[in-house]
């Protein structure tokens, strides 16, 4: 049974990192200052743990402030090593140890954030998962190959313990949506980008595909990310075949609240969020836009799960390849067994594509 693969121990690896730097002398450095960097700051204060500067190799210093915290050289602390813990802001940390013990640090420290969406709240415990038994089990079941069971089980086990071992050996370092092996590069490829943030994943396709494609809809809720949405299109000069829409995807056709927070990539919807965003269902977008999708991308902070069940039609009739960044707890069992019920043909694939408990995407295809 799934259950007898999970861990029951009550040992934190997270939690006892972050206590032995709570109780430290020496002033604590983040190497890195990208995106997880972000993500690990926001969890970091939460804990009560004051962050000194920011530290960065020479040729990536972009500003010298960042969030309120200073941002120097690596170089310029490599004299007092000894003074200070170091903790990776990098999702891709084995490379930064070593590059860190190059220089002589001794003091590194990795700290896997398991929520960054609900900081600083735990994301599952062992209750959780038994009081869901027969959904892990079933979701578990449906998965196509042993990579994907045990990249399941490893992930759910790390989420526990804060222990990245369990998730190490099953990382397959590839791109989250286009990977190498499931990437068609099909000329006539039509991408549904469902959260286009700041174009980033338009970018990739764009480039992955050569430009080789037919069409790209990205749907983005949020106005000032639209905005910067909008200007990534104009950039790569793609206008006449990529059509941004400003709407959220979601199980019904609704106005919904979300909170709005710094570096926007953690913003989601909430009940009381601080503003208003429009959002639809899939196959209603979709038949407004009138294209017939090859290609489905799903990163949206926790609301794929509604945005999946309004996208039944477009999954069942069209039976895009889908991509699905996994976000809340639940998410581990709900998605697997409603793509499974909406088309019981589709075939599902997990995959861990780096270092850190959040990079967890969710394939689902058909055989053709």
Not at 145 to 174: M, P, Q, V, W, Y
Not at 204 to 229: A, M, Q
Request: aromatic share 12%.
């Amino acid at each position: 049974m799934l259950l007898d693969k999970i861990i029951k121990s009550k040992k934190n690896y997270t939690d006892e990192t972050i206590k032995k730097l709570k109780h430290s002398n020496k002033k604590l450095i983040i190497y890195g200052a990208g995106v997880y960097s972000y993500v690990l700051t926001n969890y970091l204060k939460a804990k009560g743990i004051k962050i000194f500067k920011k530290v960065v190799d020479e040729s990536f210093i972009q500003s010298d402030n960042l969030f309120g915290i200073e941002v120097i050289s690596i170089n310029d602390i490599l004299e007092d090593i000894d003074d200070y813990n170091i903790v990776i802001g990098f999702t891709n940390y084995p490379q930064a140890i070593k590059k860190l013990k190059k220089y002589g640090f001794k003091n590194i420290f990795v700290i896997d954030v398991p929520n960054f969406l609900n900081i600083p709240q735990t994301f599952m415990d062992y209750s959780f998962v038994s009081e869901n038994k027969e959904d892990f089990e079933k979701a578990y079941n449906f998965f196509e190959d042993e990579l994907s069971k045990r990249t399941f089980i490893g992930a759910i086990n790390t989420k526990l313990s804060g222990d990245l071992s369990h998730i190490f050996n099953n990382t397959k370092i590839d791109h989250l949506y286009f990977t190498k092996k499931n990437f068609t590069k099909k000329k006539n490829e039509i991408l549904l980008d469902v959260g286009g943030f700041t174009g980033d994943t338009v970018k990739d396709f764009h480039y992955i595909t050569n430009g080789n494609y037919s069409h790209i809809i990205s749907l983005e809720p949020f106005p000032k990310i639209f905005h910067e949405l909008k200007k990534t299109i104009n950039t790569l000069q793609i206008n006449d075949r990529c059509t941004p829409v400003q709407i959220g995807a979601w199980n019904k056709k609704d106005i919904l609240s979300f909170n709005n927070t710094e570096m926007d990539i953690d913003s989601k919807i909430e009940l009381h969020g601080n503003s208003k965003i429009n959002v639809n269902t899939i196959d209603s977008i979709l038949s407004d836009i009138n294209l017939s999708i090859t290609y489905m991308k799903l990163d949206i902070n926790g609301a794929e799960y509604n945005a999946l069940k309004g996208a039944s039609e477009t999954i069942s009739k069209k039976r895009p390849f889908i991509a699905v960044k996994m976000h809340v707890k639940e998410d581990f069992f709900r998605l697997p067994i409603l793509l499974k019920k909406i088309a019981p043909k589709i075939k599902l694939k997990l995959r861990q594509r780096n270092y850190m408990s959040m990079m967890l995407v969710l394939y689902a295809f058909f055989d053709d």
